[in-house]
């Protein structure tokens, strides 16, 4: 078989004489990495318009999978004709993503369900306004560590994104009690996971308000949330019955008595009882392991 131009020999076939739809594109070019895609473009035209048409049906995009650190011009290209995207992650392109650059491939993009933002600090508002104004499915969104995350840009979201289930807040320092407070009446219904790990504005008010109204919460990462204490945790295990982790590390004012009652339930919780970090403890220092039973 040969891939494209030259001498045919008698009986050879081509690579692109082969179906393009029933053939190509759904079982060679879906096992082909995007960063083998981008090389395969050079080619030829004909194998640049195979590639093209194989993108513009793609469902799910990792710009992880071409490489650390994916150049524009390399990802214009790739999402070019893109218009049925369902996943679309775009970590390694936090240097440089810019409105100018996402809005587009969302507005072609209406069906996404799942985005991922993680560090692209060169976003504003007017990029999370049109996720949420274009995109009405989207179910899991990461803005983890956008500084530019505050709260009007969080109540747009809340407002327009009914079918949020997962949000990943993670170091957005500029949130505090109030556009979580809104974010929970809005949209407390379906949220099943969110951090809002690594901000010192949140505090009891804001977990309190999520307990009420988050039935259905099943994960909840409060790393570092300095300002939450005891009473917020407690009002999670009140409202809160498929809870199943809770991060709580860094978080000082949290009591052992009010984590106890989640223990029972057998929520995953990152920090150990006192007890057990003693007998750890004293077993590192002393060596008494044959003497201790951790298990107490």
């Known amino acids: 078989m040969e891939p494209s131009g030259g001498e045919q020999e008698p009986g050879a076939v ?27 473009q050079r080619v030829s035209r004909a194998f640049r318009a195979l590639v093209q048409l194989h993108l513009s049906g793609l469902r799910r995009f990792d ?34 993503l810019s409105d100018e650059d996402l809005v587009p491939v969302l507005a072609r993009n209406p069906q996404l369900r799942s985005v991922a933002l ?9 990029a999370l306004g049109a996720l949420a104004e274009g995109c009405p499915r989207l179910q899991r969104l990461s803005l983890a560590h956008c500084d530019w995350v505050d709260g009007l840009a969080l109540r747009g979201l809340a407002d327009r994104c009914p079918a949020l289930e997962e949000l990943d807040l993670t170091a957005c ?64 295990a009140e409202y809160c019955p498929v809870l199943r982790s809770l991060r709580v590390r860094h978080c000082h004012h949290v009591a052992e008595s009010s984590l106890s009652r989640l223990r029972k339930r057998g929520v995953d919780i990152d920090v150990e009882p006192p007890l057990h970090q003693a007998l750890v403890l004293l077993q590192d220092m002393a060596g008494f392991a044959p003497f201790v039973n951790l298990q107490v």
């Open 14 to 40: 081509r690579l692109l004489d082969l179906p393009w739809e029933d053939v190509l594109l759904p079982h060679v070019l879906n096992r082909v990495p995007l960063r083998q895609l981008l090389r395969l």
């Open 63 to 96: 710009a992880a999978q071409v490489g650390p650190q994916i150049p524009r011009a390399a990802l214009a290209r790739l999402l070019r004709d893109a218009e049925g995207l369902q996943e679309l992650a775009l970590a390694p392109c936090h240097e440089w």
């Open 118 to 126: 993680a560090g692209c600090g060169q976003l504003s508002r007017r």
């Open 173 to 236: 320092r500029q949130l505090k009690d109030e556009a979580i407070v809104y974010l929970a009446q809005r949209r407390g219904a379906g949220l099943r996971s969110l951090s809002l790990a690594v901000n010192a504005n949140v505090g009891d008010a804001a977990v309190q308000e999520l307990a009420r109204n988050c039935p259905e919460l099943q994960h909840l990462d409060l790393t570092g949330c300095l300002r939450v204490g005891s009473d917020g945790v407690r009002t999670l």
